[in-house]
């Protein structure tokens, strides 16, 4: 069964600094893998989708990596902002769209 | 293009009771999965739905059920609610029938059993 994880669980960083967070699965086989936003009570917001043929994505200020050999993944954003403040989950995309979700990273930016 | 509603947003049942969740995917997606969310057990995949038929299905009990309509509207329905059963409810929806695709979530119905 496909296990993902994230690390760190929670990060705190001041407003305007460069950061990475973390996500890695045990199994390579994937379709695809799914950054996701989510705020407090709130649904989830996509951010960025890699195929698995891909080994990068860009939006704006946000860059995801994939590593399927590894089994690694990498969202980083670049000047962040109090509004960055959110959970970040990573989603590994199995077939049938069931995705196997990590525990999250909460992070907080401060002004 | 309106995005996936999902009601009611809030919902406060007592145990044994059952509840009906209903998931309004994007127009022209006939995908729809369902999520559970607890603190506890976080992100949970429930079961899977394309054209009228359940293609994937997690590991929860039979008390947990679903259905989809020729309109690719979904709706779970959750049978004796336990305390255990509070969470965040989250549909899905999504394009293609074939692998794994971009979902687009719903804002989520909180469910409280007391």
């Known amino acids: 069964k496909q296990e993902v994880t994230q690390i760190p669980a929670a990060l705190s960083v001041p407003e305007g600094e460069n950061l990475v967070l973390n996500c890695s699965f045990t199994?390579?086989?994937?379709?695809?893998l799914q950054w996701f936003r989510q705020d407090p009570g709130k649904g989830l917001t996509s951010l960025l989708l890699i195929q698995s043929s891909q080994r990068e994505q860009t939006s704006g200020r946000l860059n995801a990596s994939l590593d399927k050999s590894s089994g690694r993944s990498t969202l980083y954003i670049a000047a962040s902002q109090p509004g960055d403040s959110a959970t970040y989950l990573c989603a590994v995309g199995a077939g049938a769209n069931n995705l196997f979700f990590g525990t999250g990273t909460r992070l907080t930016v401060i002004p | 293009k309106a995005g996936v509603t999902q009601t009611p947003r809030y919902l406060i049942k007592t145990r044994g009771q059952q509840v009906t969740l209903s998931c309004s995917p994007i127009s022209g997606h006939r995908s729809v999965s369902w999520y559970q969310q607890t603190p506890g057990q976080g992100l949970q995949f429930l079961f899977e739905y394309f054209s009228e038929t359940q293609r994937n299905k997690g590991n929860f009990p039979g008390r947990f059920s679903g259905r989809q309509f020729s309109n690719s509207r979904s709706e779970m329905n959750v049978s004796t609610l336990e305390l255990g059963d509070s969470a965040l409810y989250l549909c899905?929806?999504?394009?293609?029938?074939?692998?794994?695709?971009?979902?687009?979530f719903g804002p989520g119905t909180r469910l409280t059993v007391t």
């Open positions: 899905a929806s999504s394009t293609r029938g074939q692998g794994a695709n971009e979902q687009y």
């Open positions: 199994d390579s086989a994937i379709y695809n």
